[in-house]
């Protein structure tokens, strides 16, 4: 492939991994992860509330990784409430797991911006190792989409496994219990996705740019193109 295509492509590739690496950061910091609804059981039990009597006992939430706000009711008019999940939360939810999503997506941006001034040095340097050669491209790739991958897995078994919006909801509730309705993934979990999708998409451009996968090179073809893989 001529060298100027190969160019346009690894800037598109940076491109899009910078693109990429910004909307993580903006996603870690805002509350737009989940948004849910839970329905106040005790005060829907001892009215005995059904049909649309029901609405007067529905509450909404909306968070993100560090904090979220959201409106009670329990048949006595809504109750805004606001909260953080550091330190409010600590004991409420499971930490080992909400602090793994955090620092596996801090590690998802430095991979992806890595990889951004790989693929634009890639574009317009002369690179002399195998890092910052295909391999290096590949192998940032890979870790990158997979720590995007770690990142939706262990954010969704927080949701669902472990009941997250319902231990939010119930927090300091000694009177009322409140049960998820429903839940849904909202802007930042998919920026997420988006950027998983991405480092998918930089692997397919690097083979499109003309290099191999790794793993489809034979021990021959390794043991000639040595020089090839190291200065290409």
């Not at 690894?10 to 690496?21: P, V, W």
């Not at 509350?31 to 106040?40: R, V, Y």
């Not at 927080?158 to 000694?174: D, F, P, W």
Request: glycine share 10%; hydrophobic share 45%; proline share 3%.
């Amino acid at each position: 492939m001529p060298s100027q295509q190969k160019k346009v492509i690894f800037c598109t590739a940076g491109t899009l991994s910078f693109l990429c690496a910004l909307g993580v950061v903006a996603a870690l910091g805002t509350p737009l992860w989940i948004e849910a609804t839970f329905l106040c059981t005790t005060g829907a039990q001892l009215v005995n509330a059904s049909g649309q009597e029901l609405g007067k006992f529905m509450g909404e939430i909306q968070y993100g990784l560090f904090h979220g706000q959201g409106v009670r009711q329990c048949g006595l008019g809504k109750r805004p409430f606001r909260f953080s999940f550091f330190p409010d939360l600590l004991k409420a939810i499971p930490v080992s797991i909400h602090v793994n999503v955090i620092l596996f997506s801090t590690i998802l941006i430095v991979l992806t911006l890595v990889g951004t001034a790989f693929f634009m040095y890639n574009a317009f340097g002369k690179p002399f190792e195998t890092l910052h050669g295909p391999l290096g491209l590949y192998l940032l790739s890979f870790i990158s989409g997979s720590c995007g991958c770690l990142v939706m897995i262990l954010f969704a078994s927080e949701v669902k496994i472990h009941h997250l919006s319902e231990k939010i909801a119930n927090y300091k509730e000694g009177t009322y219990a409140y049960k998820t309705q429903s839940e849904k993934y909202t802007t930042s979990f998919w920026v997420v996705f988006i950027c998983f999708f991405v480092h998918f998409l930089n692997g397919l451009l690097i083979r499109l740019a003309g290099f191999q996968f790794p793993f489809a090179k034979s021990k021959d073809t390794e043991t000639t193109n040595v020089a090839s893989d190291l200065m290409y």
